[in-house]
C-alpha cells in the first residue's frame, strides 16, 4: 500500500472542506422568488415564407401587494370599543381580564359579575390571549395581569385597579365608590 503525500492530504481536505461548505452555502439560501426566463429553442423552418416571427415571452417580476395599514380604531377613552360600548350604557364599568379556560379566571370573572351587579354597575369580561384587546389594555396600562378587575368610570378614568382573585363584596364596594 502506498503512503499519501502530506501536501495531497492537505489538499483533499481543503476540497472536501469546501464542498461541504459549500452545500451548506446553497441550502442556507433557499429557493428563489424571482422567476427566470427560459429561452425556447427555435424551430427549424421548413419553408422560409412560412416562418413568423418568434415571439419571446415578456416575464415581469412577480408583485407582491403591499401589506393592508392596520388602522386600529382607539375609541375616546383608550380602552377597546367593547369598554366603550358598555360605558355608554353604564355609569361604572367593572371589567373582569381573563384568560378563557383558565379555571381562575373563570371563577374570578364570575365573582366580578356579581359584585358588578351588586353595586349597580355595568359588567364586561376581556379576554387577555386577543391580540387587540391586550395591545389596547397594554397602551392604557402600564402592566396587564390575569385575572384583574378594572372599576372604569364613564370618563375612561380607572377608578380602580384590582390583581389576582377579587371578591364580589370588594367589587361591589369599588363599584359603588367609583358611581358616588
Do not use: C, Y
Request: positive net charge.
Amino acid at each position: 500500500m502506498e503512503k499519501i503525500s502530506p501536501p495531497v492530504r492537505i489538499l483533499a481536505l481543503v476540497l472536501v472542506l469546501v464542498g461541504v461548505g459549500g452545500m451548506l452555502a446553497l441550502r442556507t439560501m433557499g429557493p428563489s422568488t424571482e422567476p427566470v426566463a427560459i429561452p425556447m429553442p427555435a424551430a427549424k423552418p421548413a419553408k422560409a415564407a412560412a416562418v413568423a416571427p418568434v415571439v419571446k415571452p415578456v416575464v415581469r417580476p412577480a408583485v407582491k401587494p403591499a401589506p393592508k395599514p392596520v388602522n386600529a380604531v382607539v375609541p375616546p377613552t383608550g380602552f377597546p370599543v367593547s369598554v366603550d360600548r358598555a360605558l355608554r350604557r353604564h355609569e361604572v364599568v367593572v371589567v373582569s381580564l381573563v384568560v378563557p379556560g383558565a379555571r381562575v379566571d373563570e371563577l374570578a370573572a364570575a365573582e366580578a359579575q356579581a359584585g358588578a351587579k351588586l353595586g349597580g354597575a355595568g359588567f364586561l369580561a376581556l379576554n387577555v390571549l386577543n391580540e387587540d384587546v391586550a395591545r389596547t389594555l397594554l397602551n392604557k396600562l402600564e402592566t396587564v395581569q390575569d385575572p384583574s378587575v378594572l372599576v372604569v368610570k364613564r370618563s375612561g378614568e380607572i377608578a380602580l385597579e384590582l390583581a389576582g382573585f377579587v371578591d364580589r363584596e370588594t367589587v361591589a364596594q369599588a363599584a359603588a365608590n367609583a358611581a358616588s
